[in-house]
């Protein structure tokens, strides 16, 4: 049991209000599994929040007012839909891993995911926030940035990044190139 169950189990019987981030990808599919694995309490209250940013549509063409309001809600409509399919098989991997208690889903457009996610865990008081990540390298979240990141460090309650998980270890690949890359010295210095 991990610490944050035992720590509530010794508190009274209060809903937790989970917010879980969810995109399609496999790192948002590892964060449930996790969810599933190491939180899940049947009193629970999952909130499943997907962040699509907004259509662009550009102003530079030679489309009327009318035509650009129909494409702004065409490209909303199709973005829905893809919340709408996203929200069916999260559901689907909930059914599978256990997890029966309430869910709700919220989809929210924003041009930033970390603000939004943040926000929303704001507005519905989310106790606790779990996410993937996707394992970028220092540099690229330098430079890109990292919705992890914002989110750990705005947030202010706990949150959980799920890591990608490790490629597969080769120890004997390991072993002998720990054994080739340098020579065992004896006490007395030589090579053995």
């Known amino acids: ?15 937790r209000r989970i917010l879980i981030a969810i995109d399609g990808s496999e790192h948002s599919g590892r964060a449930v599994d996790w969810y599933a694995a190491n939180m899940n309490q049947s009193d629970d209250e999952l909130l499943f929040v997907y962040v699509v940013e907004p259509p662009a549509v550009s102003l530079a063409t030679r489309l009327t007012r009318a035509d650009v309001t129909a494409a ?12 709408h399919r996203l929200a069916a098989s999260v559901r689907e991997q909930c059914n599978s891993a256990g997890i029966s208690q309430t869910i709700r889903f919220l989809e929210r457009m924003g041009s930033k995911p970390g603000p939004a996610l943040v926000e929303v865990a704001n507005e ?8 993937g990540s996707r394992g970028q390298s220092r540099v690229r979240r330098t430079f890109l940035g990292s919705v992890s990141e914002y989110v750990l460090h705005h947030a202010h309650r706990p949150v959980c990044i799920v890591p990608p998980p490790q490629p597969p270890s080769q120890p004997e690949i390991a072993n002998q190139s720990a054994s080739n890359a340098r020579p065992d010295f004896n006490s007395d210095g030589n090579t053995s």
């Open 124 to 131: 519905e008081r989310a106790g606790f926030i779990v996410l």
């Open 72 to 83: 702004y809600a065409k490209a909303v409509d199709k973005a829905v839909d893809v919340g």
């Open 1 to 15: 049991m991990s610490n944050y169950n035992s720590r509530r189990s010794n508190s009274a019987s209060a809903t």
